[in-house]
């Protein structure tokens, strides 16, 4: 269904996101997480980190999850999900064409207008047991997002990489788990576990990232 939108390049790239592109094909796992997948096991799944350029410049998609969900109630994330049959091979063309067809299916986007120039190590969720590839993405020719579902997506919403990179903007919190990690608050929002980690080594690894207070904390419940 997604051949064509399978194709992995880096050919024809605005020169912001090159460095990145680059990064991308030599970054190890524990480089991006100390969550790595099992040997076996795990729900495959892909995530697509789409890339857009904005009236203020570089920009990230971002979705909210529904407030009503059982698991990740209210939670900003990446579009994407579990890998179908129809999506092809884990270790081929699978986790690229899954992470199409659930940003479409959730966001509305045009897929056609995508153009996938990296993908990056399987990483791991161990609350959900999701096995993550996450699919980087070039916004090449814009096309209108919305939430489709209301039940599953309170809204659908682009992130400036300024604001993502801004000190101001960037803290830590804390997991039930007990693990500490990065966060940001943009777009009135707490961006949060596995998406502010993939992030956080998105812009270090872009060369994107400014020093910022890592001992600046705020609880999961910031709103309060």
Known sequence: MYGQEATVTANGLPEWLAPLARAAGTI????????????????????LILFGQGPRGPELLLMERAGTLRSHAGQPSFPGG???PEDGDPDGPGPVRAALREAQEETGLDPAGVQVFGV??????PVSGFVVTPVLGWWR???????????????????PVADLTDPAHRVTTRHPSGHIGPAFLVENALVWGFTAGAIDRILHFAGWEIPWDRDKQVPLDWRS
């Not at 796992?29 to 795990?42: D, H, I, N, V, W």
């Open 28 to 47: 190890e796992p524990r480089q991006l997480s100390r969550f790595l997948p099992p040997e076996s096991g795990g729900r495959q799944s892909a995530v």
């Open 120 to 125: 990056l190590p399987r990483l791991y969720i």
């Open 141 to 159: 020719e814009p096309s209108p997002v919305r939430a489709v579902d209301q039940a599953e997506t309170a809204r659908v919403f682009t992130v």
């Open 82 to 84: 579990a890998l179908d």
